[in-house]
């Protein structure tokens, strides 16, 4: 086909795809297209807006390194992220809500075990973490895996720190026989997602500030469950309502309460997890 | 705001724009936001599909270098390019179509003499150019610069060979009082786009071949007008029904004249291109 124009052109690229022998693939790339040049054509794109875009997205995918991945960031920021965890994620009743996964988690964090301490005698106000991990109708899961992770009193992470060689604020844990795990650890502050890149850039053009409130990761994986991710954010936190990668739920603000031991301030969390169990173990 | 849902993210990731002082970036990232989300809702895109986006931009954007733009071909490919150029370029009579910037345009093409053969005595089969630049009114244009760059008898650009040290097939002319430049080259040779990359990939899963038809490309600047980006295709090329890029238009085709000078085939191609004025320039 020849001659396309502003109409036709849209058609004529899905009808390039007619080869596809993937169907799902096909069902996504069409739709993407159809979506895209709806775009275009909205806003009617002017050539310097495209080489924009062209050098936005160009630099975004440069900035992206081991420990830093700009196009997550950019995916979270516009909320994108937390639309494909809502779509994917709907919760039965029992089940804990889930949230982002972010940018920070690593798959090789330390096996530790139950109540280790993953501070590494790190400043900060001491916290002390104890979960228990269910079913979502109520049933204690034993040897659940559970990775935490979390950014330190100044809201950094590990990977974040190229001067560090080892892990700390992040392990792996196992549940015991009744479902429950624990560690001390030190209160996460609230931090701003990196905002050096090209993301950092976009936030500020938007008049939009970088910041996530307090929060501590969890992934945790149990047979016959779906893997849950999620955070628990600090109920005191500033930013509950202007999270940058609009991350927060009600359900996940936890109260981490304030006691003394041996005259130290310190914190405490308790939560229950609920996991949704797969399909074929349904009743 | 807290607790998004598939829904209501959309506005509430619009709304954290509300702060923006740019009006023009507002209507484009709102649009862009609304269309990106819609996309993610209609398909469901899964979260493993979303990592694969995410691996494929990074990948793109990695792949780009001083020489090769990923992100323009992928730009390309999926018709955005020439969705842009149609809307940004309806012309009026009189005025030569237009088509994708592509690629491998460089801004320091060396000046050159009317007439000079550009081609630095590489094999292929000879060619004579010669054009007129006019208003599209018809009016001839002295002084206007014509940007000329094409592939080789290979397919292959001076800028996609490494070992090469110097510009080839690629040159500025600029008209004389009658609106006329000449140069001698060879006849460019259809070629693949850069198909080793994330984008090549693309294109063989979606069953799609990464062809162009045979081509010489021409960019036009003069005084009062817009400039003027576009090729002339070869009428005797395979791919005119299936470029890659969306490209090709009828008014752009022309033919490449066969003749035979002492003893030797040569082709012609003659042309007369017309600029749209700009306008304040309009009567």
Known sequence: ?????????????????????????????????????????????????????????????????????????????????????????????????????????????????????????????????????????????????????QADDDGYYDVQQPERDSFVLRARFRTDREGRFAFTSIMPAFYPIPDDGPVGDMLQALGRHPNRPAHIHFMISAAGHETLITHLFDAESPYLDSDAVFGVKNSLIAQFARSERAGEQRRTLSYRFGLKPLPSQRP
């Open 1 to 149: 086909m020849r001659d396309f124009d502003e109409r036709n052109i849209t058609d004529a690229v899905i009808d390039s795809m007619a080869g596809t022998s993937d169907a799902r693939l096909k069902t996504v790339m069409t739709s993407l297209v159809r979506h895209l040049h709806d775009f275009v054509r909205d806003v009617e794109l002017s050539f310097d807006e495209w080489n924009q875009a062209i050098e936005f997205l160009t630099r975004t995918g440069q900035t992206c390194t081991d420990t830093r991945q700009e196009f997550i960031l950019l995916s979270d920021t516009l909320g994108v992220s937390m639309l494909v965890d809502a779509i994917n994620h709907r919760m039965p009743e029992g089940a804990t809500e889930t949230t982002v996964l972010g940018p920070f988690f690593v798959a090789a964090a330390p096996d530790l075990p139950s109540g280790a301490d993953i501070s590494d005698g790190m400043g900060g106000e001491p916290l002390e973490v104890s979960g228990t991990v269910c079913s979502a109708d109520g049933v204690p899961l034993d040897d659940a895996t559970v990775d935490v992770w």
